[in-house]
Nanobody, 114 residues
Framework: QVQLVESGGGLVQPGGSLRLSCVAS????????MGWYRQAPGKQRELVAN???????NYADSVKGRFTISRVNVKNTVYLQMNSLKPEDTAVYYC????????WGQGTQVTVSS
């Protein structure tokens, strides 16, 4: 069964931190570029960060220096550590896996508000 399952979202105050996790099943995990995307109401889905099997990373300018993407291949898991969160980070965050096909998780809500 092919599946991406996210966890770790929630409500946090500005300046706070959250760590998102995504566990993949049913794929050869090392073959895939893993990523995190987000979508706020009324806006298009945008890339937050991605990471290759070898650990090369790419970040949106808006999150550079604040977010860190990582992966543990033996656990089939990709993480997104989010620090210094801002209200504009509020969105549904989606896990993504890309190789010859593209897979999406169901999304997890992140709300940054006081």
């Amino acid at each position: 069964q092919v599946q991406l399952v996210e966890s770790g979202g929630g409500l946090v105050q500005p300046g706070g931190s959250l760590r998102l996790s995504c566990v993949a099943s049913g794929i050869i995990f090392r073959a895939y570029v893993m990523g995190w995307y987000r979508q706020a109401p009324g806006k298009q889905r945008e890339l937050v960060a991605n990471i290759t099997s070898g650990g090369s990373t790419n970040y949106a300018d808006s999150v550079k220096g604040r977010f860190t993407i990582s992966r543990v291949n033996v656990k089939n898991t990709v993480y997104l550590q989010m620090n210094s969160l801002k209200p504009e980070d509020t969105a549904v965050y989606y896990c993504n896996a890309r190789f010859t096909s593209t897979l999406w998780g169901q999304g997890t809500q992140v709300t940054v508000s006081s």
